[in-house]
């Protein structure tokens, strides 16, 4: 499990998962249902039973602007779902439990998240600027290039993404990039090599990305590309 630039929230209907944060901590049972920040590092997950879960993705601001919570507090944290909701968030818990029905226990949490999560908080126009403007340039800007379009300073732009999405925008950056190269990566077919996926992506060469993929995913870009046993697979979007 690695980041994908979002947060999100969890919810088991089935066991918990146990989750290991580095190779040098104990395993730690997740809660039944759970909201995460955003991840500096990627975690294994030690899958008990079997794999039933829901994961909602929320937009990277979404902690800011729909859970009243500076992002960077939740860095690298799982933090219970009933922390913000009380006892409402329990109740669903044990509906879900109870809920033989995928399409039940979606339409369980879309009526949840739809009476619970409203605005509280609005962002400002540079920071959508600037936010957008890393997704259409799949990463691939420089903040330098950003700030010539923006009317902020660099130490703002910081201290935004620090408080509304919880990490740098240019880790924001890299993280978007890596992910579109995830993207290309599945489409491509297994008979062609990856040398242009690279350079498309912005990666200067093999030991490049390879550094790179390892460093925030764990694993290589061709364990990646021929496993279908990682849960990071399961959760992309195409």
Do not use: W
């Amino acid at each position: 499990m690695f980041s994908d630039g979002n947060p999100g929230i969890v919810f088991h209907l089935k066991d918990p998962f146990l989750q290991l944060n580095d190779e040098n901590s104990a395993a730690i049972l997740q809660p039944q249902s759970f909201v995460y920040g955003q991840l500096s590092h990627h975690n294994t997950i030690l899958i008990q039973s079997d794999l039933k879960m829901i994961v909602v993705v929320l937009a990277p601001c979404a902690l800011f602007t729909h859970f009243d919570t500076a992002a960077y507090e939740l860095n690298d944290e799982t933090a219970p779902l009933a922390i913000f909701f009380g006892q409402e968030a329990r109740d669903v818990e044990e509906q879900l439990i109870t809920t033989l029905s995928t399409a039940d226990a979606i339409a369980i949490i879309e009526r949840f998240l739809i009476n619970r999560l409203t605005p509280l908080r609005y962002l400002t126009t540079d920071f959508s600027m600037a936010i957008r403007s890393i997704y259409q340039h799949h990463g691939l800007i420089s903040i330098e290039d950003l700030l010539q379009t923006l009317p902020i300073t660099e130490r703002q732009l910081e201290r935004k993404f620090r408080e509304y999405v919880g990490t740098s925008p240019k880790r924001f950056a890299d993280t978007i990039k890596l992910q579109h190269f995830l993207k290309l990566l599945q489409k491509q077919p297994d008979k062609e090599k990856i040398t242009d996926l690279i350079y498309i992506s912005g990666y200067y060469d093999h030991a490049h990305l390879n550094r790179n993929f390892k460093k925030m995913t764990g694993f290589t870009p061709f364990h990646y590309k021929h496993t279908n046993q990682m849960l990071a697979i399961n959760l992309m979007r195409l």
